[in-house]
T-cell receptor, first 115, second 110 residues
Framework: NAGVTQTPKFQVLKTGQSMTLQCAQD?????MYWYRQDPGMGLRLIYY???????DKGEVPNGYNVSRLNKREFSLRLESAAPSQTSVYFC??????????????FGPGTRLTVL | TQLLEQSPQFLSIQEGENLTVYCNSS?????LQWYRQEPGEGPVLLVT?????EVKKLKRLTFQFGDARKDSSLHITAAQPGDTGLYLC??????????FGKGTMLLVSP
């Protein structure tokens, strides 16, 4: 099992460009998440999908959109990138929806720079 | 908004020393998790604590959940260079989402 995979690993964009970050998991998990990690800020939730067919905003959703393509895949789109979106983006998944042990499995991250 | 405050933000120690990292909140969480993140990788779960007052041990790591389920601590005995990394606490609120603290960066030198 590959676990959670993310593409690309690195990306440089110019202000105003758009791009989609891809995430896939092979653990048959119901829930998937997108976070951004900035120095000194920890992990902040952008969007999540509690189950296939649903998506909800997290703490910092502005400037982003998501698509839960199927149970395996959850993509994050930046329509018009801004320098403030320079960050490391992590995708995660979990299987135990609403239970006590909501362990989240993380991908290796996408390092995005917006110039 | 539920907030988790971690302290210290950065800790640099010598191999063999003991240390404690704290995670505090004014909110009650149904459970609290500790993750470790190594450079260039995603966080990996170390432990989940669920019951107030609970203590869990993982080799040289001891995790404690406060009686009121608002705070937690991580104690490492005889730290080793392999313990180096970013330690994150995360509280589970509602809808299966986690609120993460800002993390404690630990550097253990030989």
């Amino acid at each position: 099992n590959a676990g959670v995979t993310q593409t690309p690993k690195f990306q440089v964009l110019k202000t105003g460009q758009s791009m989609t970050l891809q995430c896939a998991q092979d653990m048959n998990h119901n829930s998937m998440y997108w976070y951004r990690q900035d120095p000194g800020m920890g992990l902040r939730l952008i969007y999540y999908s509690a189950s296939e067919g649903t998506t909800d905003k997290g703490e910092v959703p502005n400037g982003y959109n998501v698509s839960r393509l199927n149970k395996r895949e959850f993509s994050l789109r930046l329509e018009s990138a801004a320098p403030s979106q320079t960050s490391v983006y992590f995708c995660a998944s979990s299987d135990l929806l609403g239970t006590e042990n909501n362990e989240q499995f993380f991908g290796p991250g996408t390092r995005l720079t917006v110039l | 908004t539920q907030l988790l405050e971690q302290s210290p933000q950065f800790l640099s120690i010598q191999e063999g020393e003991n240390l404690t990292v704290y995670c505090n909140s004014s909110s009650v969480f149904s459970s609290l998790q500790w993750y470790r993140q190594e450079p260039g990788e995603g966080p990996v779960l170390l432990v989940t604590v669920v019951t107030g007052g609970e203590v869990k041990k993982l080799k040289r790591l001891t995790f404690q959940f406060g009686d009121a389920r608002k705070d937690s601590s991580l104690h490492i005995t005889a730290a080793q260079p392999g313990d180096t990394g970013l330690y994150l606490c995360a509280g589970e609120g509602g809808y299966s989402t986690l609120t993460f603290g800002k993390g404690t960066m630990l550097l253990v030198s030989p």
